[in-house]
T-cell receptor, first 113, second 108 residues
Framework: NAGVTQTPKFQVLKTGQSMTLQCAQD?????MYWYRQDPGMGLRLIYY???????DKGEVPNGYNVSRLNKREFSLRLESAAPSQTSVYFC????????????FGPGTRLTVT | KQEVTQIPAALSVPEGENLVLNCSFT??????LQWFRQDPGKGLTSLLL?????REQTSGRLNASLDKSSGRSTLYIAASQPGDSATYLC???????FGDGTTLTVKP
């Protein structure tokens, strides 16, 4: 089992460009999450999907959109990238919402110039 | 708003020493608490999950405790090894709030 996979691993964007970060899990988990990690600010939740067909905002949703494509896949879209979105983005999944162990992907390192 | 604090921010110990990492949280209404390790440039690896109804969990040389009433969790690492060097993060689940982590260095 690959667990949680993310693509791409690295990306450089110019301000105003758009892109989609992809995440997939092969553990048949119901819940999926997107976080960003910044020095001195820890990991912060952007959006989550408690189950297929649902999405909810986390702590820092502004500037992002998400799509739960199916049970396996959860994508994060930046419509108009800003330098403040330079960060490392992690996708995670769990068997069900909150009460279960979370498993993380390897991350996507995004730089916006 | 839940706040999670991990002290110390960094810790350096000689190989073989037993050590304790601390995690404090402000709101005791939590579902569970999870400890992770993160190696430089990598994702998070789950170490232990403690449900709100539990007091402790053990896995190998690791033991995590939870005291909801005082808003504290500790991660005990026995007989530390250089391979334990990493950043250790705790996450409190209610709204999934992470601490900033403790960076551990174990010297041979």
């Amino acid at each position: 089992n690959a667990g949680v996979t993310q693509t791409p691993k690295f990306q450089v964007l110019k301000t105003g460009q758009s892109m989609t970060l992809q995440c997939a899990q092969d553990m048949n988990h119901n819940s999926m999450y997107w976080y960003r990690q910044d020095p001195g600010m820890g990991l912060r939740l952007i959006y989550y999907s408690a189950s297929e067909g649902t999405t909810d905002k986390g702590e820092v949703p502004n500037g992002y959109n998400v799509s739960r494509l199916n049970k396996r896949e959860f994508s994060l879209r930046l419509e108009s990238a800003a330098p403040s979105q330079t960060s490392v983005y992690f996708c995670a999944s769990s068997e069900a919402h909150w009460g279960y162990e979370q498993y993380f992907g390897p991350g996507t390192r995004l730089t916006v110039t | 708003k839940q706040e999670v604090t991990q002290i110390p921010a960094a810790l350096s110990v000689p190989e073989g020493e037993n050590l304790v990492l601390n995690c404090s949280f402000t709101d005791s209404a939590i579902y569970n608490l999870q400890w992770f390790r993160q190696d430089p440039g990598k994702g998070l690896t789950s170490l232990l999950l403690i449900q709100s109804s539990q007091r402790e969990q053990t896995s190998g040389r690791l033991n995590a405790s939870l005291d909801k009433s005082s808003g504290r969790s500790t991660l005990y690492i026995a007989a530390s090894q250089p391979g334990d060097s990493a950043t250790y993060l705790c996450a409190v689940k209610g709204k999934s709030t992470f601490g900033d982590g403790t960076t551990l260095t174990v010297k041979p």
